[in-house]
């Protein structure tokens, strides 16, 4: 008997996936929604497959629009990024991530954030300079925050990745690289850079448990992170099947709509408060 709670556990229908259509916004809408302070953070758990504890959590952006109500980030970001001014947003999203690891951290939870990172911010030296200078100012380690930058982002200019990322990493910061699997890099390009963490995309997780190709995949994923050296992170894990596999093939963290769904940063306390035992 395996004392698992989420191997036998059936998911509750996540909200996001009754959300409306896209909702269409334009780029004036967004500059203001910068200025007005209308983005929150919701917060995803990360759970380690050994013992089912929480690792951390990954932020998560939504838009609370005055009239159009919950804006999702796919909706936004890409346009966000072609005018200009994703990196703003980069840097709200952080200063609320901070502000809720100091709530968290009065509470007595020790958590690490993982940030997304734009593609276009590993281009953006000023940026590093100045998520540095916020985290220091707030008095968190670098150490209590992750990055993750995806795979395609980073294989379109590894040169150029390399800079900032090494920055980073030298002041402590934890390196993931996500969307595993879609990005076609090599093992060789990927030892290149430092990262600390390899996150596996969604569309070679869900479903594995079904499907020998996919599974055979998931395996070779988990032992690259191995081969690397990197904690390895499975995303999008909806069912107990994919869970109980994933850690039959020596995944170490699974974050997914079975665990938890993203929530706002005061109703984590009480799901942590919940699910510990
Ligand atoms: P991502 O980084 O791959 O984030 C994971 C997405 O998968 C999130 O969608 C999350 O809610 C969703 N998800 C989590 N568990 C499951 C699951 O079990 N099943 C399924 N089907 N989906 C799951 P979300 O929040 O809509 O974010 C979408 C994308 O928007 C993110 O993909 C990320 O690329 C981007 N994004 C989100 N927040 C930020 C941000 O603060 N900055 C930037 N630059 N991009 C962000
Ligand atoms: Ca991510
Ligand atoms: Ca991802
Ligand atoms: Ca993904």
Redesign the pocket.
Known sequence: ITLDKYANKK?TP?P??NRQAKVVVSVPEIASAIINKQFT??F?PKILLANGMIKGV?????WQHPEKGMI???DF?PLA?EHGL?HD??LQ?LEMSLEWLQYWHAHGLNLNVA????SL?LADLGLVEQIDQRVSNSGITPQSITL?I?ETAVMADVALSLNSLARLRLKGFGLSI??YGTGFSSMQQLARIPFTELKI??SFV?GASDSLQLSNMLSIAIETARKLGLHCVA????NADDWVLLKRLGCDTA????AA??MPGDELIDWIKQNSK
């Open positions: 998911p996540p996001e996936l953070t919701y995803q990954e932020t998560l952006i939504r999702m980030p796919n970001i990024e994703i947003i980069t999203v940030i997304n990172l734009s911010s993750e995806t996500d969307d995309d969604r869900d995303e999008g894990v909806e974050q997914g709509y079975l769904k993203p």
